[in-house]
């Protein structure tokens, strides 16, 4: 079956006609699961051979609906079957199966003729795409490319979009690198690590996937995978995967994860050895939730003279494959870079552009402006983002483009102008007001600030 590939929030209907009906038939809907649709409603269903009554229930599973998505079976005339009992459903996501039930009274065999139409929908925000992963090539960059320290605070921190790296000795750094050890990608992450070559230092790299992206995932057999550079490690490494769901939709913080896949050891990489590592698994039904995958590649990182590289990461549903240790993964998938950034800033957003680290100080190119109309009263800015985001942004971060702080720089007249962030209490996903408490020097002036948006999981 070919299945044309939709635009977000486009739907997709196939019409379904049921000849002669003479006694009960359960009909299954779900034929668009396999590629990641959800059923959102269930239109037009209708008896064109008129007799006795036919009830008709619709079914998740074994329970009973009375609609999809709040919306209740559309019929068009009297005698037209009404769905029986339960209560209207949100969605029916893949993996779960929709049918219908048709039943004609003993009383009355005479046959009937059912049509109705499925509406499906993708609510991937990766419609049309495979791999799970948000920048599984390393390309999109929005903190920076250079050497930057690695949070040593669990879970860790930010580092190339969408990527958590956490080390256990302070002075591990990460940055992104040019292709090295054959990867397909034309980037990879490097870790460098810290220390004076005793003792030792676990990194780690999780990503959080977001629910709506993981839930077609829900009871698939899942498989992940990453191109490995042991550069630098001075031994054989075996990498060891985790993988987590969050304790509701999204919820990273307010609750501990919980372990769907226990630590399990990947294949070894030897020194100075680049390969493909993957692992397979079932996902036990909570992907919905939002999963997170964590790769550790030990402790041996003890000094800075120890390295290594990651990239080509792919996570996608691979039916047919047999769980544990994968050496037959599919080709990863890489996104083209423009769908990728847009994808990455809905999670994050900065005026600073690709591959530049935010910082005070850093000069005008992409900052805010803002013309002064008073010497009376406050300038401001309304920041529209690039993209949507997944979320109002949780944390707001601005930076003087001309001195070391956080505030508005008029240069017309140079002085600093004390911040005030979303005055108006209107901040949204898609867009932010950045304003001034204190005045410019004159009517005229131009005042900029860079500002980040951080809707991060």
């Given at each position: 079956m070919t299945t044309p590939l939709l635009l977000p929030g486009q739907l997709i209907s196939k019409q379904f006609f049921v000849p002669n009906l003479t006694g009960g038939l359960s009909y299954p809907l779900d034929t668009y699961a396999a590629f990641g649709y959800t059923v959102v409603a269930v239109n037009g269903l209708k008896v064109t051979n008129t007799g006795a009554s036919v009830n008709a229930t619709f079914k998740i599973g074994s329970t009973a609906i009375s609609g999809l998505n709040g919306i209740a079976v559309n019929t068009?005339?009297?005698?037209?079957?009404?769905?029986?009992?339960?209560?209207?459903?949100?969605?029916?996501?893949?993996?779960?199966?929709?049918?219908?039930?048709?039943?004609?009274?003993?009383?009355?065999?005479?046959?009937?003729?059912?049509?109705?139409?499925?509406?499906?929908?993708?609510?991937?925000?990766?419609?049309?795409?495979?791999?799970?992963?948000?920048?599984?090539?390393?390309?999109?960059?929005?903190?920076?490319?250079?050497?930057?320290?690695?949070?040593?605070?669990?879970?860790g921190g930010y580092t190339l979009d969408g990527w958590i790296v956490l080390a256990g000795t302070s002075g591990t750094t990460w940055s992104q690198a040019g292709a090295t050890g054959n990867p397909i990608s034309s980037n990879c992450l490097q870790i460098t690590g810290a220390g004076t070559g005793s003792g030792s230092n676990d990194v780690s790299i999780r990503q959080r996937i977001e629910g709506s992206t993981a839930a077609p995932l829900a009871n698939q057999t899942i498989t992940v995978q990453l191109f490995f550079w042991n550069a630098g490690g001075g031994t054989s490494v075996t990498p060891t995967i985790t993988v987590n769901h969050a304790y509701s939709v999204d919820n990273w913080t307010s609750h501990a994860a919980v372990n769907d896949q226990p630590t399990t050891s990947m294949q070894p990489i030897g020194s100075a050895t680049s390969g493909i590592i993957a692992y397979t698994w079932n996902d036990p039904g909570s992907a919905a939730n939002g999963l997170e995958i964590i790769i550790d590649f030990g402790s041996?990182?003890?000094?800075?003279?120890?390295?290594?590289?990651?990239?080509?990461?792919?996570?996608?549903?691979?039916?047919?494959?047999?769980?544990?240790?994968?050496?037959?993964?599919?080709?990863?998938?890489?996104?083209?870079d423009a769908v990728e950034l847009a994808y990455c800033q809905r999670y994050f957003n900065s005026t600073f552009g690709n591959g530049i680290a935010p910082a005070q100080n850093a000069g005008l190119a992409g900052a805010l402006l803002a013309q002064a109309c008073s010497t009376s009263a406050g300038v401001c800015a309304q920041w529209n983002y690039p993209a949507q985001m997944r979320a109002i942004p949780t944390t707001i971060t601005t930076y003087n483009p001309s001195n070391t702080n956080a505030?508005?720089?008029?240069?017309?007249?140079?002085?600093?102008?004390?911040?005030?962030?979303?005055?108006?209490?209107?901040?949204?996903?898609?867009?932010?007001?950045?304003?001034?408490?204190?005045?410019a020097g004159a009517v005229g002036d131009l005042c900029y600030i860079h500002a980040t948006a951080s809707a991060e999981l």
């Open positions: 068009t005339s009297s005698n037209n079957p009404v769905p029986t009992g339960g209560s209207p459903a949100n969605v029916v996501a893949p993996g779960n199966t929709l049918s219908v039930v048709f039943d004609t009274p003993s009383s009355s065999p005479s046959p009937q003729n059912i049509q109705f139409t499925l509406v499906a929908a993708r609510v991937d925000p990766l419609d049309g795409f495979l791999n799970k992963f948000r920048n599984p090539s390393m390309n999109i960059a929005q903190r920076g490319t250079g050497a930057s320290q690695v949070s040593t605070s669990t879970p041996v990182w003890n000094s800075t003279s120890k390295y290594f590289y990651v990239t080509d990461f792919d996570m996608r549903a691979t039916p047919g494959l047999t769980a544990g240790v994968c050496y037959n993964p599919p080709i990863p998938e890489a996104r083209p505030y508005w720089r008029d240069v017309t007249n140079p002085a600093d102008l004390t911040v005030t962030v979303d005055p108006s209490t209107s901040k949204g996903m898609a867009n932010l007001v950045i304003g001034s408490s204190t005045y």
